[in-house]
């Protein structure tokens, strides 16, 4: 086997030995090596595409997964990793507390915004089939349902027109237009596309484990969301949004029901000619693996667990050091995407996620997170929100607070009650036979009420009647082998249960 040299020249060392390669060339050699076996692969499945249209953008999409691919492999061979002694906390012009800003309701630049609502994901995790936006939250309605209430609300109220559009991964998209179809008869605009899909690397070889275009879906992948802006702008809808006379676009997760549009952020970031605003949240026990924003080399920058060096993940993870963490709710001018992207400027830290397939396959998916691009936009900063516009829903735990007493809805907004009186909600903490959304509503006779809840721990087989209230500290603990039914109308204040406690109907 020979190797070409692909760096600055050989080293004396290697000039004295000329079969010998340096550490460096030999990475360098065996990139270069990689990159070439993966670029005719990428090829091959390209031919395979009959369509000419559908051709063009299949290779489109495997161009712009050679750049991050190629990105990969350097950052590998340098080994390139974040520099911790740079690390600065965010300056006070970085960090904008949410109460500085004007609290405006007159809103004269909402007809300048679209609302994006990331809808890539798959309800596998809480048991469900379909696009966890499917999922019913709250009163019989889904997320989509909800955001969909409140664009359509916003527009009668301002009457103004804001778009409302889905980013679909092609896990999402097929459902996600067939279920889109029932607001035709809404008075509002919904807009999808598709973010790219990526073939999944086989970890030993670097080769993509997908052999066709068709092949098992499996076999390809999402590429985080930072592919938003390339595929918004390969789709046409970013020229199509600029046309229109759209200049800002907030985007959110669609199961963070905290995110609504916010008059006084948008009007904020018209003021200060800001491209870029993140929206932050103070830090809390259960958010140590959120990303965060700091100071790198006196420009801000979005960090996340990822890209931290392994002897500095638990500073990382500190709640002295790092104090706020990105909500993934962001603010984002339009004109100025196209310009960095029109610059090929744009660098997104590369997130390599390491995965076992179901037949035992070591494969990589490479992503990219979407805050990562606050690096790249002018008077870019974070502004520090209130917790309440951060209400996810990645679990059956955070199922069970937003079905509670603790909020209402209020045209598809969820309102936290006036009778709770801390501004934090309650952790709760369900156990696997809560994890899957059938056996968590079969646990149920009525979801208890928690206005006064401060912690919540069910683990083991425990079931809830109905009208219950739970106050202050409550763990409940069944064994393996028991069971516990709580009984209707129980209240139970810093209590401890466990044991055996069955209820049986007479």
């Known amino acids: ?96 507390p949410y109460k500085n800003l004007d609290q405006i309701s007159a809103p004269s630049d909402l007809n300048k915004l679209a609302v994006l609502k990331l809808n890539g994901g798959l309800g596998t995790t809480m048991g469900c089939v379909g696009p966890k936006s499917a999922i019913e939250v709250r009163d019989g309605m889904t997320f989509l349902d909800l955001s969909v209430r409140q664009i359509e609300y916003l527009n009668k109220k301002h009457d103004v027109s804001v778009p409302f559009i889905l980013m679909n991964s092609f896990n999402t998209d097929e459902e996600t237009k067939r279920i889109v179809q029932k607001y035709a008869t809404h008075n509002i605009e919904i807009l999808t596309f598709n973010q790219s899909r990526h073939p999944r690397i086989n970890k030993e070889s670097l080769l993509p484990v997908a052999r066709s275009p068709a092949s098992p879906i499996d076999q390809w992948y999402p590429p985080g969301h930072g592919d938003l802006y390339e595929s918004l702008y390969n789709s046409g809808l970013l020229d199509q949004l600029i046309a229109q006379g759209k200049e800002y676009l907030f985007v959110s997760n669609v199961d963070n029901l905290g995110a609504t549009v916010d008059l006084s952020i948008l009007h904020h970031m018209v003021q200060t000619e800001a491209e870029f605003i993140m929206e932050v949240t103070d830090k809390t026990k259960a958010d140590i693996k959120g990303g965060t924003l700091i100071d790198y080399d006196g420009r801000i920058r979005l960090l996340e667990i990822a890209q931290v060096p392994s002897e500095h993940v638990e500073d ?117 036979h809560f994890k899957k959304v059938n056996g968590f509503m079969a646990r149920f006779k009525g979801i208890p009420h928690i206005l006064e809840l401060d912690h919540l721990t069910v683990t083991g087989d425990v079931t809830f009647g109905s009208n219950i209230e739970l106050r202050g500290t409550v763990i409940i603990v069944a064994n393996h082998g028991d069971r516990i039914d709580i009984p209707s109308g129980s209240v139970l204040e810093n209590k401890v249960v466990s044991g055996n406690l069955r209820i049986l109907d007479h």
Do not use: C
Request: proline share 3%; glycine share 4%.
């Open 316 to 432: 990382f993870k500190s709640i002295k050091k790092f104090q706020i963490f990105n909500t993934n709710n962001l603010w984002i001018n339009l004109k100025a995407v196209k310009r960095v992207l029109e610059e090929e400027s744009m660098d997104l830290e590369i997130i390599v996620n390491n995965k076992t397939t179901d037949n035992g396959e070591k494969v990589i998916q490479l992503e990219t997170a979407v805050g990562a691009a606050i690096k790249h936009f002018k008077n870019a900063h974070g502004i520090n929100v209130p917790r309440s516009r951060f209400l996810p829903v990645k679990s059956t735990s955070d199922l069970f607070l937003v079905t509670s007493d603790l909020y209402s809805l209020n045209h598809g907004e969820l309102v936290m009650s006036p009778k709770r009186m801390f501004n934090t909600v309650p952790l709760v903490k369900l156990g696997d």
């Open 1 to 96: 086997m020979s190797f070409q040299k692909t760096g600055n020249g050989a080293s004396a060392s290697d000039k004295q030995h000329p079969h010998t390669l340096s550490t460096l060339d030999f990475q360098g050699a065996s990139s270069a090596a990689a990159a070439k076996a993966m670029r005719a692969e990428l090829a091959n499945l390209a031919s395979q595409v009959q369509d000419e249209e559908a051709r063009k953008y299949f290779s489109n999409e495997m161009d712009n997964f050679f750049v991050l691919f190629t990105r990969y492999l350097n950052e590998k061979a340098k080994g390139t990793k974040i520099s911790w002694d740079k690390i600065q906390s965010p300056s006070n012009e970085q960090i904008v």
